[in-house]
């Protein structure tokens, strides 16, 4: 239910209050109401409130989320993304491994296991170096 309450203003203010009112196609009462609530909502004392420091805040908050961001792309992703990488080739490593035992006499081991080095070596080599090229075109 709405009950009719009166507040005095200043002539100052209540210009202030009509020409911000008007601007936004508000009624003086919407106005009001909005303006508290904003104030109310957010714990914050409108004779204080400066919008440019709310600003900085929250322009800090985003660059700290970027360089968090950032970090962990490169440490932490890149070493999970190295891990997986060296996951996959000796999974190829292994599927080679069977189909060369099956195939080939059981001295060839060796062999195998001397050219799985060399393979895995390269294919690492070959992973990281793509890593390099899309973090360069990522970092300006």
Same mark, same amino acid.
């Given at each position: 239910m709405y009950h009719s309450k009166k507040v005095n203003v200043s002539e100052a203010a209540h210009r202030r209050i009509e020409r911000e009112a008007e601007r936004l196609n508000l009624s003086h009462k919407d106005y009001v109401e909005a303006t508290t609530a904003f104030f109310a909502g957010r714990q914050l004392d409108p004779r204080t %409130? =400066?919008?440019e !420091?709310?600003?900085? *805040? *929250?322009?800090?908050a985003v660059d700290r989320l970027f360089s968090y961001l950032?970090?962990?792309e490169k440490y932490l992703l890149k070493?999970?993304? $190295? $891990? !997986? !990488?060296? !996951?996959r080739i000796l999974g190829e490593v /292994?599927?080679?491994h069977l189909l060369c035992l099956r195939t080939e006499e059981p001295e /060839? %081991?060796?062999r195998l296991q001397? =050219?799985?080095?060399? %393979?895995l070596s390269d294919?690492?080599? =070959?992973? *990281?170096?793509q890593l390099d090229q899309e973090s360069k075109k990522v970092s300006p």
């Open positions: %409130y =400066q919008p !420091a709310t600003k900085q *805040l *929250l322009q800090q950032v970090h962990q070493t999970l993304l $190295e $891990e !997986a !990488a060296k !996951a /292994s599927v080679n /060839s %081991y060796q001397q =050219q799985d080095q060399q %393979y294919r690492l080599q =070959q992973v *990281l170096d």
